[in-house]
Nanobody, 124 residues
C-alpha cells in the first residue's frame, strides 16, 4: 500500500509559478514510477508529467512541455512538480499517482495508487 498526500496548490496570477509536492509513505517509494495528472471541472483527468523510478526518464504533456518540470527525491519519498509561466487553462485539481509497473506512464489507467489532489487556480 502507498499513501500519498499532495500539497503546494493555491491561487496564482497568470505568468506566476507554483511548486507542487507529493509525499508518499508505505511501500518503497523509489521502486514506483510516478506521475502528475489534473482534472478541471467537467473534463476528464488528463496526463501532465511522469518520471521513472530513478528519475532517468521523464514524460510531459505537450501543453506543459517547457513550462513544467517533474522531479523526485527518493531519500525524502517526495515527488515534485515545478510549474512556471502558469496559464488560466492550467487551473485544475492536480493529483499525483504511483505504479510499480510503470508501463503506461501517460495514461491514468497505468497507475494504481492516487493521492487526494491539490487545487491550482490561475487567474487572468
Amino acid at each position: 500500500q502507498v499513501q500519498m498526500v499532495e500539497s503546494g496548490g493555491g491561487l496564482v496570477q497568470a505568468g506566476g509559478s507554483l511548486r507542487l509536492s507529493c509525499e508518499a509513505s508505505g511501500r518503497t517509494f523509489s521502486r514506483f514510477g510516478m506521475g502528475w495528472f489534473r482534472q478541471a471541472p467537467g473534463k476528464e483527468r488528463e496526463f501532465v508529467a511522469a518520471i521513472s523510478w530513478t528519475g532517468g526518464r521523464t514524460y510531459y504533456a505537450d501543453s506543459v512541455e517547457g513550462r513544467f518540470t517533474i522531479s523526485r527525491d527518493n531519500a525524502k519519498n517526495t515527488l515534485f512538480l515545478q510549474m512556471n509561466s502558469l496559464k488560466p487553462e492550467d487551473t485544475a485539481l492536480y493529483y499525483c499517482a504511483a505504479d510499480r509497473e510503470f508501463v503506461r506512464p501517460r495514461s491514468p489507467d497505468g497507475y494504481y495508487y492516487w493521492g487526494q489532489g491539490t487545487q491550482v487556480t490561475v487567474s487572468s
